[in-house]
């Protein structure tokens, strides 16, 4: 496996030979290079856990701080749910070889467009150590090389599991070089991010400052694994015990990611009943509450919240120009009231993402409105935003969410890890 | 529409509005404006014409050459064969709000991945007038606002035609803005390849130098519509009357094209039999040869040509390394002998552009290492490279040919100018 003694361009021409072999290996050839990895990750634990104890005292001594230490931490438990991770990998459909579209020309030529996979794809991530795996599993099941990038935080931990990982899967009879880590040295991510011959994607999985990191550098294709401002808006006609629901389970399942809702929106008409009751709900629930003009008028009525305390228009915080940009990934959100569907739109449109946007309405014409009107990886009526994720779209894994419009949309699976190619047939056919 | 006067972030701010409203239009308008365009163009033909006429006197005053002139030069019959485009780009099915996939998922919400348009296209052009219209109906009919930036060469005939079209769309109920062109000053293509917040893809339709110069700056999505070094190889179990057919078809029916071929492999099992033939044949044609060593050891043996002319090693120029790698676009062609389908496949790894690549063989493990073996758009068996085309393969129009593989390979049509969303319906769905 390549280390820090190759240069960066020589591991991605390393990958870019393992690639041309992995495009014409079998699916079952893939699949026993994944259970592989999965069992040598647990036969390997010890070398693997002791690697990520000196990640560990090197945080400590850096003081990189609690939350930081908790995602780079590695246990025997931990291990065993990457492991579990592959073997559900193992289990998805191969994505290469699937005929997209098919059909006979009128001079008798057959076309067949066929998904392949993309190449090489470099993926640069941060702390969380078991992306070296899972980003792995992912691209070699996809018939792909991967080239990762971690960050120095993790230094040892990602070359014990890069190592163990690369010698399971040539064991397995998968090309040497089909997984490959770099150092994690300054200066590599730009040699990276413009080796045009050799590598077909860069997949950043990090912060808003990685993402800037890459833009500044690029020339290779780049997904962009991106930041979620969420809005949910609920419409005049909503049911309002459906629509509290929905901002509940949107903004405060899992607050740290990126299909969270970070904004509401509620109509006018319906504004003076909902209001005090999703203010006294999200209170309830911990949030923290950044309101406009109208919103904060309306919570002046709020009834007494169940813990006895109250929202007031005292209480709640004026909301900024800023926060309407702003992905919290915290119990915060922003409010506002809106006067028609069209408004609704038209504040989506300024200030979202293009990641997961919702409507809770009871009428057929808002619901189309909005869906026709949204431009987002997916909108959702009548139903949270936290359902933008591979897994419960029924891809399997994902390696992200892209929020571009090209190539990927939405979850990133295996599908989109591919690319294709059209494959033609004839006999003797030349054109006239 | 705008023009000189107005700066490109506004002309870009301004067809964002557009597209906006693009994006809910319904077939019926969309048609109804390409229809309006096709008429306006005759209408409007003596202004166009006058226009053309004051870009060919400046051409003929800078001396750009005859062929540049008749690149440049419209008349009433070209103005009709573009017209007559744009109805055929009306016959076409909408891409926009058809529904790639679609299923329920196990909790009952209903999810449908839908192709919905892009948002604003650049259009960077050289010489051509009629791109000008051919992108615009393309993108319109895909549901797409359109900023075109035209060379200084064709700049009164692009403003005459742009004009017209933008003109007739909004006139048939298309938004303002749809339609822009840009001044074609230098400095604006950097500033409309930066254009983030407001342009979703930017189509270059040109030469390698543009390609380069938007290389060097481009920060938004670019779709190449780039170069094509194709081969043909001619296995050896090949039929040679159908391996010479198909060579001199990829070669000469259409030289100065993306899809001709540039490099002929020959197996060296069939290469005694079949070099002469090539040869002879190729240079009947008039076409100028490069040939490897063994290929030129091979040509002594030709015999007399139809004109009584001969090729022999001594009239064969060696091809030099430079010449696996270009892109003749010419009557000019490479010829190399190969041991195997796999130094074929090397060869084409090595040097092609993963545009179209054709295998003639009678041997079905060939075709299928071929076939998994070579990395391009197009791979053919037994048929001429030439097909590679939109309308060939039966998508109607195209906007060019992607070499990459991200999005969109192969011919560009109306879908690749198009991403999709994902719109999920549910009852009230919350995740636990």
New interface residues.
Partial sequence: MATTAVSVVDVCRSAQRAA?AL??SDTATRNRALRAISTALLERAPEILAANERDMQAGRDAQIGDALLDRLLLDHDRLAAIAAAVDQIVALPDPVGEVIDG?R?PNG?D?RKVR?P??VIAVVYEARPNVTIDATALCLKSGNAIVLRGSSTAVNSNAAMAAVASEAAVAAGLPEGCVSLLSGDHGELAELATQKHYV??IIPRGGERLKAAL?EVA?I?V?YAASGNCHVYVDASA?P??AE??V???KT?RPGVCNAAETLLVHSEIAPVFVPRILSALHDAGVELRADERTRALAGGVASAGDGSSVSSLTLAQATDEDWDTEYLALTMAIAVVDSTEEAIEHV?RHGSGHSEAIVTRDTAS?RAF???V??????????T???DGG???MGAEIGNST????A??PIGLRELC?????????????V
């Fill in positions: 041309r495009a014409r059909h020309l030529l076309v392949v993309l190449g077909d994607l833009e020339t294709p997904i049911d015990e459906q629901a929905i509940l389970n949107a399942q449109s619901a869906q026709l009107g431009d987002a990886a997916c909108v959702y009526v009548n139903a949270s936290r359902f933008t419960e779209f029924g571009q419009k090209l190539h949309r939405g690319t294709f190619k059209y494959l033609v047939e004839g006999d003797g056919h030349i054109r």
